[in-house]
């Protein structure tokens, strides 16, 4: 059963965190309260295809300021990660940036809690990846899952269409002192507008390097690029 707790509560007693509880840790365990928080979890459907993690098994992660692992997974779909406490209850981490830097072990992926600008314009705290980052800037990449409703057959011809969950389009985003966490544009034409100062260069540095906006080792470089 899914819960939603006080963050401390869980990462402090997750199975692999628990034997390596420092006083620190105790002290700021000791200090709140860990009884679950009054917003429910969502529950889907099980008829519902797909999977809104963007790994369906629960791996071995580590959590700033936490002592020791956990075993989480990243729900895309909802733009939250889960992990498993000691009793095997699966439970929710709240968004508290104190604990919003989480890395898988086994690939190095490090996900950050992020304040950002979306493509509506609207102001958003969620998890993004960190691809790359120098002295000035960081590239973000916003994983997406979206969850399609199910839909009624409209004639006797038709058939009914469950409800499914579908890798929707990453998004990538830039950020800096300046500009904050905005969304990084994908084209030359939208880079030459976010900096208008620079076009010269730019458009010179696009055209010696072949750069690919689809190419993330690419996106990588123009990064670095602007950091000069």
């Not at 992926?109 to 969620?126: A, C, E, R, W």
């Amino acid at each position: 059963m899914k819960k939603q707790i006080i963050i401390a509560t869980v990462l402090l007693f997750s199975s692999f965190a628990n034997s390596q509880i420092n006083p620190d840790n105790r002290m700021f365990f000791n200090s709140i309260a860990s009884s679950p928080l009054n917003r429910d979890v969502i529950k889907e459907n099980a008829a519902t295809l797909g999977t809104p993690y963007i790994y369906k098994v629960f791996l071995l992660a580590k959590v700033e300021n936490v002592v020791g692992t956990s075993l989480m997974r990243y729900d895309a779909c909802h733009d939250q990660f889960e992990f498993i406490n000691t009793k095997n209850d699966t439970l929710i981490l709240n968004k508290d940036k104190s604990f919003g830097n989480i890395t898988f072990v086994n690939n190095n992926v490090n996900y950050l809690l992020m304040d950002y600008v979306n493509k509506d314009n609207d102001s958003v705290t969620g998890y993004m990846v960190l691809l790359h980052a120098n002295a000035k800037y960081a590239l973000l990449k916003k994983q997406n899952v979206i969850l399609e409703k199910a839909r009624e057959a409209k004639t006797s011809y038709d058939t009914d269409t469950p409800a499914r969950f579908k890798a929707d389009k990453d998004a990538y985003y830039l950020k800096n002192g300046d500009l904050g966490t905005v969304l990084f544009p994908l084209t030359k034409k939208g880079l030459l507008k976010m900096f208008p100062e620079r076009k010269d260069a730019l458009e010179t540095f696009l055209k010696e390097n072949s750069i690919d906006f689809s190419k993330e080792l690419d996106l990588n470089k123009v990064v670095d690029f602007l950091a000069k």
